[in-house]
């Protein structure tokens, strides 16, 4: 199967500060990721889908200022989370499709942010 | 997407057949069926997925109905390491979006 790395893989930062997220396919290039959101207990919530080259879409209730997402190339996405605040300590997970693997999406291992 | 149904948890012993159901009553004719598995803190990781015919690869096997209304995810030789949260989820394959459920948390015992 298809490879996605995450980095950080984990992150610890104060209130008001901004955190980058990198997502990365290894071994294929990935016209479409996505950002998705895990709190404890919970399942995964989709946060936004990011298109090589265009605007990010986000997903209702989702703030597109709050949460930065770029995707310059086709193996690289990012995701900023600006003016943090406690309340966006959760686990951030992404994802990647390729259309050489039947279309299949395969995830990151996941980057869990704890703002303090 | 297809709302799918899952119990919320099941046990299963140690080197037997762990048989997983899901239920996806309003699958439309061209949506997959995709099960995903997540380990305690780590990202899910894909098992398998098919639209009509069983399926059968490496991690585990895929029997869906005829009326493709219920599936059932089969791991022929459960291990300890099999235990994780397993997610049943229709999609259209490659419209990409794929809407998480509750899943079923899978204990398998020694």
């Known amino acids: 199967g298809a490879v996605v790395s995450q980095h950080p893989s984990r992150v610890i930062c104060k209130s008001g500060t901004s955190v980058k997220i990198e997502c990365r396919s290894l071994?294929?290039?990935?016209?479409?990721m996505f950002w998705y959101r895990q709190f404890p207990k919970k399942s995964l919530m989709l946060m936004a889908t990011?298109?090589?080259?265009?605007?990010?879409?986000?997903e209702q209730g989702v703030e597109k200022d709050k949460f930065l997402i770029n995707h310059a190339s086709l193996t690289l996405s990012t995701l900023t989370v600006t003016s943090a605040h406690p309340e966006d300590s959760s686990f951030y997970i992404c994802?990647?499709?390729?259309?050489?693997?039947?279309?299949?999406?395969?995830f990151g291992p996941g980057t869990r942010l704890l703002v303090l | 997407d297809a709302k799918t149904t899952q119990p919320p948890s099941m046990d299963c012993a140690e080197g037997r057949a762990a048989n997983l159901p899901c239920n996806h009553s309003?699958?439309?004719?061209?949506?997959?069926v995709y099960w995903y598995r997540q380990i305690h803190s780590q990202g899910p990781q894909y098992i398998i997925h098919?639209?009509?015919n069983n399926e059968t690869n490496e991690m585990a096997s895929l029997i869906i109905t005829e009326d493709r209304k219920s599936s059932t995810l089969i791991l022929p030789h459960a291990t300890l390491r099999d235990t994780a949260v397993y997610y049943c989820?229709?999609?259209?394959?490659?419209?990409?979006?794929?809407?998480f459920g509750q899943g079923t948390r899978l204990t398998i015992n020694p």
């Open positions: 994802s990647a499709i390729t259309r050489g693997l039947a279309e299949t999406q395969y």
């Open positions: 071994d294929f290039q990935a016209t479409t």
């Open positions: 990011s298109n090589e080259g265009s605007k990010a879409t986000y």
């Open positions: 309003t699958i439309s004719g061209n949506e997959y």
């Open positions: 098919g639209l009509k």
């Open positions: 989820i229709g999609s259209i394959q490659g419209a990409q979006k794929l809407v």
